[in-house]
């Protein structure tokens, strides 16, 4: 059984930082491309992060590129979002995601396994 574990959220001031992390079981984590999406009240999910099996290649949101680091440690089947210089916009919960596609990927649809979410709150 997959389970995609995430933790870290929070409630935080603008400009300040947070990191969520995903810890995977039941899969065989280091071939896995994980990712981060995000969905706001009334909004649908969005891409935020992609990190393919190695940590070799990275993609990022426009919105976040420069502020978000995704990363991987695949000796420990964990996924991580270092989110810095935050904005009441990044407000929203927080999901990871595994995709076996083999390369990075912000298709929402590629996606196989999810995680319940955390919520990262983000107050002016």
């Known amino acids: 059984q997959v389970q995609l574990v995430e933790s870290g959220g929070g409630s935080v001031q603008a400009g300040g930082s947070l990191r969520v992390s995903c810890a995977a079981s039941g899969l065989t984590f280091r071939t896995y491309t994980m990712g981060w999406f995000r969905q706001a009240p009334g909004k649908e999910r969005e891409f935020v992060a992609t990190?393919?099996?190695?940590?070799?290649?990275?993609s990022y949101a426009d919105s976040v590129k420069g502020r978000f680091t995704i990363s991987r440690d695949n000796n420990k089947n964990t996924v991580y979002l270092q989110m810095n210089s935050l904005k009441p916009q990044d407000t929203a919960v927080f999901y990871c995601a595994a995709s076996n596609v083999g390369r990075a990927t912000s298709d929402v649809r590629l996606y196989d396994y999810w995680g319940q979410g955390t919520q990262v709150t983000v107050s002016s």
């Open positions: 990190i393919n099996w190695s940590g070799g290649t990275r």
